[in-house]
């Protein structure tokens, strides 16, 4: 039988939800991003932006008082962002093909980022907490208000309103979900 102690359990889940963030901000710098020009959405205060140009698009609300940024950067792809009560919502698709929807409630701040194509990345922040999902190639991450859910090809999603992650690839994930 294969065992792991708690703290290498943890560290683990630390360098992978590290690893996949790296990646998904150097996605959002530019560096092997996609070439089209990035469509970008923002809205605050009672707002609301839709751009879309070909197959790609971005959309963002914003209820007074709160703040959304949603970003495309695939020109093939979607991010979406809603906000409300003190919320701050952000999405970034880098990747074609793929999809980043994020939502935030009563001082909640969440971040979707889709770093490989085929990838949907889902987070929904509230009561004050922080949502974050990151949805590789193929890869599926939800992370809110029912806890964390990772699935498909590379996917890592945390939830600190509910103390729950997940993290992983292909058929191996890791989570603290019982």
């Known amino acids: 039988m294969f065992r792991v102690d708690r703290r290498s359990a943890l560290r683990g889940v630390a360098v992978a939800f590290i690893g996949s963030s790296a990646v998904a901000l150097t996605s959002l710098i530019g560096a092997g991003g996609a070439p089209a020009a990035p469509l970008v959405c923002d809205a605050v205060n009672g707002q609301q932006v839709n751009?879309?140009?070909?197959?790609?698009?971005?959309?963002?609300?914003?209820?007074?008082?709160?703040?959304?940024?949603?970003?495309?950067?695939?020109?093939?792809?979607?991010?979406?962002?809603?906000?409300?009560?003190?919320?701050?919502?952000?999405?970034?698709n880098t990747a074609p093909k793929s999809s980043a929807l994020s939502g935030a409630d009563s001082g909640g701040t969440s971040y979707s980022v889709t770093t490989g194509p085929g990838g949907i990345a889902v987070s929904q922040a509230r009561l004050g907490g922080t949502s974050?999902?990151?949805?590789?190639?193929?890869?599926?991450?939800?992370?809110?208000?029912g806890g964390v859910r990772c699935s498909g090809g590379a996917a890592a999603a945390y939830d600190t309103t509910t103390g729950t992650y997940c993290f992983g690839t292909g058929r191996t994930y890791f989570t603290n979900v019982r």
């Open 51 to 92: 751009r879309v140009v070909g197959t790609g698009g971005c959309g963002a609300r914003a209820l007074t008082p709160s703040r959304a940024h949603a970003e495309d950067r695939s020109g093939v792809g979607t991010a979406v962002a809603s906000a409300q009560r003190n919320g701050r919502a952000n999405s970034y």
């Open 132 to 145: 974050i999902a990151v949805a590789g190639i193929g890869g599926n991450a939800f992370s809110g208000a």
